[in-house]
């Protein structure tokens, strides 16, 4: 008779904290293999011009509709043995690997933000009390959780894996993907806003706030967006590149950028679409001035998405402005802009200035690596956009802050008095800009020199 095995001692040695986090991270780990299979669905549908919800999942040889339990994330690859029922064709375990591993990517957000004591967490967005004080799905009925900013989280980290895989693969970053992931963020950031939380940290909000000034800013700024898109739209205001296409050679390769002769003068056109939100941006900011008392928690998050959408964006899009005016070519694509202001709406203003400080360097690095594997190999590097740099360099920024901190601190021993000394951190703000825009113009160099020498040799 095989004696019983007694696990007590076993389950009693298991930390309390650990069965309290337990339910919550057994569904963000089930979300985020959800989100996954769903990331599966746009990196091949929305490059082919398929719409991600019509028709069903079905296998695309045979055609056969997989049913709902074949369609389970993980468990459904895993049930149909990686191939299909139908015809048995082989099903790419890049499905089963994207689900787990964003599956895991969630779970181990979720154990940063949750699982660490703020005095010891190594994790500096975890050092601070609201995201432990307040919990995940926090008491009901008295707290209701930041669940919604932690959504807004994933949904950055998803769109950033979909927008690096189809930019890689097509130059190019659908707009639905940042204009998403946008609209989350404003919106779980109002719902979050309203949300009873703990008492304790009523005074804290997860990411950089702006003042009365600053949101009318924000808001300003929006607003002239929103008014020159609208004008855009009916046709009152003209897009850039609009003849782009014509000058394209159709039997060239689809890698070779296309040499189009009138780039400072669309430049000119985007200026005129900029205006509106650059009137707003002034008026608003004057506005929120005069009013002076502290804005309401929702108007105050608001304000703080939509001005770190200003500046994410802002700063791509002037760095295109300056790029193209200096080169004649499109510097930078208006994806790249959504891209980096996506970044902006759920982090808040300050990440996307690091995120552009240090996306530089992963274009200039890719650069030399893809010109020395192609000369070891003897095989052609292939140019890579600039917005994956700009996803590596979001999640490098979040997860690697110590690391950087650190950096920037030895780099920089000054720099915290200087900025403790002038209102507003403006040293720091123009060290990461002029540091960053020397980087992007160096890799525009690169850029401009290996498209010259491809023209040349055709």
């Not at 499109?330 to 802009?337: K, Y």
Request: hydrophobic fraction near 55%; charged fraction near 10%.
């Amino acid at each position: 008779m095989i004696p019983a095995f007694d696990c007590t001692p076993m389950l009693a040695a298991v930390p309390i904290w650990v069965y309290q986090h337990l339910p919550s991270a057994i569904f963000v780990f089930a979300f985020g293999a959800c989100m996954g299979s769903f990331l599966n669905v746009v990196v091949y549908r929305m490059p082919n011009r398929i719409s991600v919800v019509l028709p069903p999942s079905r296998c695309p040889t045979c055609g056969r509709m997989l049913r709902w339990h074949e369609n389970l994330p993980i468990i459904g690859w895993l049930r149909l043995g990686g191939r299909c029922r139908g015809c048995r064709t082989r099903i790419s375990p890049r499905y089963l690997v994207i689900e787990i591993g964003t599956a895991l990517v969630l779970l181990a957000l979720y154990v940063g933000l949750y699982t660490q004591h703020p005095s010891t967490a190594a994790w500096p967005l975890a050092s601070t009390n609201w995201w432990s004080s307040n919990g995940f799905l926090g008491t009901w009925p008295t707290t209701f959780g930041t669940w919604p900013m932690f959504l807004a989280w994933a949904f950055l980290l998803g769109g950033l894996y979909a927008m690096t895989v189809i930019d890689a693969k097509t130059f190019l970053i659908p707009i639905q993907i940042p204009l998403f992931v946008t609209v989350a963020a404003v919106v779980l950031a109002a719902i979050q806003a309203v949300l009873p939380l703990s008492p304790f940290t009523f005074d804290l909000w997860p990411i950089p706030t702006v003042g009365a000034a600053g949101c009318g800013a924000a808001f300003g700024g929006m607003a002239g967006v929103l008014l020159s898109t609208v004008l855009l739209q009916a046709g009152l205001l003209r897009p850039s590149f609009h003849d782009y296409e014509s000058y394209a050679d159709p039997s060239a390769d689809d890698d070779v950028f296309v040499d189009y002769p009138h780039g400072r003068r669309e430049m000119a056109v985007e200026l005129v679409f900029l205006l509106p939100c650059l009137v707003g941006l002034a008026v608003g900011y004057y506005v929120g001035a005069a009013m002076g008392e502290a804005p309401p928690r929702v108007v105050t998050a608001l304000g703080a998405c939509l001005t770190g959408y200003l500046v994410g964006g802002g700063l791509i899009w002037g760095i295109r402005i300056l790029g193209t005016l200096a080169v004649g070519r499109e510097a930078m694509g208006l994806g790249d802009v959504h891209l980096l202001g996506a970044v902006g709406a759920v982090l808040g203003w300050q990440d996307p200035i690091v995120v552009f400080f240090v996306a530089p360097f992963f274009g200039i690095a890719w650069a030399i690596l893809s010109v020395a594997l192609g000369s070891m190999f003897r095989v052609e590097h292939r140019a890579l956009p600039y917005g994956p740099h700009l996803a590596i360099a979001t999640v490098v920024v979040l997860a690697g802050r110590p690391v950087l901190d650190r950096a920037l601190a030895l780099l920089t021993p000054g720099l915290e008095f200087a900025v403790a000394e002038i209102d507003g951190g403006l040293a720091l703000v123009a060290l990461a800009v002029g540091a960053a825009a020397l980087a992007m113009l160096t890799w525009l160099a690169t850029r401009h020199r290996a498209v010259t020498a491809s023209d040349g040799g055709s």
